[in-house]
C-alpha cells in the first residue's frame, strides 16, 4: 500500500549503551507529507491519527499510545475466553517531536502473521527486539512481538499501519475500541487490597504501577506509558472471582523474590524474559495468570509489588 525509499541508518549511542539501528523513509502516497513531519509538535499528532486509523490518547511523559484491540479473535486460557483488554491489545507508543521520535510497541499475532509481520517491519526499519508468548496452554496459541524504532514519527506510523495490515486486526469500530462496561467485580475492595488505582477498560480492571527509578534507552528516557510500567488486569469470572494477568518490570535482583511471592501467592508464572534491547536499568518482564478469588489474588499481587523498586501510591 506505501512504498519506501531508503534515505540514512543511523545508530545511537550513549555510553555503552547500544540504541537502535534502523532505516528512514520517505512517505510516497502523500497522505503524511513531508513538511507536516518536520513541523508538527508533540502535542499535534492528527497525521498520525489519520495513519493509525484511529485517535491516539495522550500519556504522562509526553507520549502519544495507540491501541489495536485484537476483536477478532476469540482465544481461550483455562477456560476463560478473554477480552481483547485483558491479553488481546496490541499497542504502540510515540514519546518525542515528529522529527525525532521513539516509538516502542508489542503487537498480537497469530501464529500464521508473526513471519509476515516480522518482514514488513524489518523492511521498513522497524526493529524487531522481542518475539515470545505471555500466557500458557491458550488456544489458539498467541505470540507477542515487541519492537521499537527512532526517527520521523510519520515514517514509523506508516511502517507500524502497513504491518497491520497483513493481520486480521480489524478497523476501529464502537466494538473494537474502548466501551464503559463496569466489571463485575468488587473495584474497591481490590483497590484496598493491592494499594493502587486503576481504571475500567471494556469490562477489565485494569492497574499500572511505575518503577521508582527512570528508565533509559540510549539518550532518551523511557516513561511508564512506553510499557516499562508494572502492568495488572483483573477479568471478571464469576462469584466475586477474577482471571489475572499482565506482567511485573523488574530488575534482575527482583526477579527471585517477586515470583515467589506470585508463587506463594497462588499465581502461575507464565514467562520471564526481555522486551528490549538496551534499556538501562536492564529489565526483566515477569508474566502471570490466575483464577481465582479477586481480593486474594489482590493481596497477592500487592506482596510482590512490595519486593520491587515501584513508585508508591499517591491516593
Known amino acids: ?31 503524511v507529507p513531508d513538511s507536516l513531519a518536520k513541523s508538527a509538535t508533540p502535542s499535534s499528532w492528527g497525521a498520525i491519527d489519520r495513519v493509525m486509523g484511529r485517535e ?44 525525532d521520535t521513539m516509538a516502542m510497541g508489542d503487537l498480537v499475532l497469530q501464529q500464521s502473521e508473526v513471519s509476515p509481520v516480522l518482514t514488513k517491519l524489518q523492511q521498513l526499519g522497524v526493529q524487531p527486539t522481542a518475539l515470545h508468548n505471555h500466557l500458557l496452554n491458550e488456544s489458539p496459541h498467541i505470540m507477542y512481538l515487541h519492537i521499537q524504532a527512532r526517527g520521523r514519527a510519520s515514517v514509523i506510523a506508516e511502517a507500524v499501519h502497513s504491518a497491520l495490515q497483513l493481520t486480521g486486526t480489524p478497523p476501529l469500530s464502537p466494538s473494537t475500541g474502548q466501551s464503559n462496561e463496569t ?3 468488587d473495584t474497591a475492595q481490590i483497590r484496598a487490597a493491592l494499594g493502587y488505582n486503576g481504571s475500567v477498560n471494556s469490562g477489565v480492571f485494569q492497574v499500572s504501577v511505575p518503577r521508582g527509578e527512570a528508565v533509559h534507552a540510549g539518550d532518551m528516557e523511557v516513561p511508564p506509558a512506553m510499557g516499562v510500567a508494572t502492568a495488572i488486569n483483573f477479568q471478571p469470572t464469576g462469584a466475586g472471582k477474577a482471571a489475572v494477568t499482565g506482567d511485573f518490570v523488574l530488575t534482575a ?25 538496551a534499556e538501562e536499568p536492564r529489565l526483566f518482564f515477569v508474566h502471570y495468570w490466575a483464577d481465582a478469588d479477586a481480593v486474594g489474588l489482590a493481596r497477592a499481587l500487592r506482596s510482590a509489588l512490595d519486593r520491587m523498586n515501584v513508585k508508591k501510591a499517591t491516593s
Do not use: N
Not at 535482583?253 to 502461575?268: C, D, F, H, M, N
Open 56 to 99: 491516539g490518547k495522550d500519556q504522562p511523559g509526553g507520549v502519544r499510545r495507540y491501541s489495536f484491540p485484537r476483536g477478532d479473535l476469540r482465544v481461550v486460557c483455562g477456560g476463560v475466553v478473554l477480552r481483547p483488554a485483558f491479553a488481546l491489545g496490541s499497542w504502540v507508543a510515540f514519546e518525542g517531536g515528529a522529527r
Open 183 to 185: 466489571p463485575s467485580l
Open 253 to 277: 535482583s527482583e526477579v527471585a523474590p517477586v515470583i515467589q511471592a506470585l508463587r506463594t501467592g497462588g499465581i502461575e508464572i507464565t514467562a520471564v524474559h526481555s522486551h528490549m534491547l
Open 1 to 31: 500500500m506505501f512504498r519506501y525509499g531508503i534515505r540514512q541508518a543511523r545508530v545511537f549511542r550513549t555510553g555503552a549503551l547500544l540504541a537502535w539501528s534502523f532505516t528512514l523513509g520517505t512517505v510516497a502516497s502523500g497522505q
